[in-house]
């Protein structure tokens, strides 16, 4: 079962769109996997929704009749409703055409369909370091990095913490880290406060948000630090 | 299977109630542009929807012109989407605030990270809810059950049941609207719950 879940506050800056669209689409994959977060989302958009359209017209300036015009059109913060409307309804219903191509990404010749939500999303080509392979998705959120983080069996990321925040999302697989054992759809949200080492006995696939290098924190491995921006 | 059951009676009265949405009559408006194509209800949806879209896109686009565009875009998926909305799966007011964020989301990407990728529509799927189509089919034959039990309860309890889930009218909508006090809504609602959880059983 899925034990790690986006907090509350999270679900409801993503209903509201006020997240990046790394972070919207990670939360996206996990709902589709999360029959509970599922229900929680329908629930909070209902209801943002309907508090953002019950409030009664607090600008009485919005709408009025326009005084310049004797036919009495109304208008909307300066556009004229009339136009607008005949405007709008000269177009057609829009068609039920659009498909969902699902995309595939393949490592170590193995290969994953990747979920809806990165359907349209440019995938890189993959680097790799060892057993770990990783692709850039191209979003252009600046300091913000995505990318998807492939685990071949017995792989693992040296203990490190991050310099802002990290997500992973396994979308298929397992690994595990000093807190116990991650399964598909776990949605795995750590900050700077954190210090991991997630080991995968038998190889994952990982969706990754971050917003800073990671930072290797221990022995030899603090020589690996130069490559740990490469990571994530 | 059409549950608006008291829609008709409720559109007599088109006054909105201040503070309150008038679910079943946006529901139907919704239908009439879907169904019909009809020009008059989408005027009334634009004049329910354009002036509050605007606020809020006000409030997130400090550009008049991009606030403007968000009621454009959003009113125009409206006309050519309506027949994707099933009254049925949610309100509305859901179904138009989804299509709303999803194009302030869109201009929003275009405009800090210079993205024309359109994902919200990947991301929030407007022609289907989350759930898959199994779910809806096992919905259904629930509700169809749902319905049988529910019509063995007494008229009066039938009819505030039917009112306030498949008509989506408020408590307070309902007791307007059948002349009675809250109060009374309000234990009626109860009462039916409680035979209703008796009849199905605890699954």
Known sequence: MIKHHPKFELLELFVNGELPASLSAGIAIHAEMCPKCQEKIALLTEQIAAVNFEKELSDPFLITDDIDDFSGEESLGGLNIDDMVANITQAQPSQNTKLTIN????????SYALPRALANMEVGKAANIGKLSRSRIQLNENEVRTSLLHIAPGGGVPEHT???FELTLLLEGTFSDEDGEYIKGDFIMLDSSHQHHPISKNGCLCYTVANGALHFTQGINKLLNPIGAFIY | MQTNLLSKATSDKSNYMSNKINHPELCQWLDAVAIKRDKQAFTQLFKFFAPKILRIAR??????????EVVQETLSNVWRKAHLFNSDKGAAT???YTIMRNVTFDMLRKIQSNKEDNLSDD???IAETMSSEDDSFNDHLENKQLLSVLEQLPEAQQQVVK??????????QLATHLALPLGTIKSRLRLALGKLKAQLGDK
């Open chain 2, 163 to 172: 009112g306030f889930y498949f008509s989506d009218m408020s408590q307070e």
């Open chain 2, 94 to 96: 859901t179904w138009v």
């Open chain 1, 103 to 110: 995309k595939s990404v393949t490592y170590q010749g193995k």
């Open chain 2, 59 to 68: 409030s997130k686009f400090p550009n008049e012109a991009q606030a403007n």
């Open chain 2, 123 to 125: 991301i929030w799927p």
């Open chain 1, 162 to 164: 991050h310099k802002g």
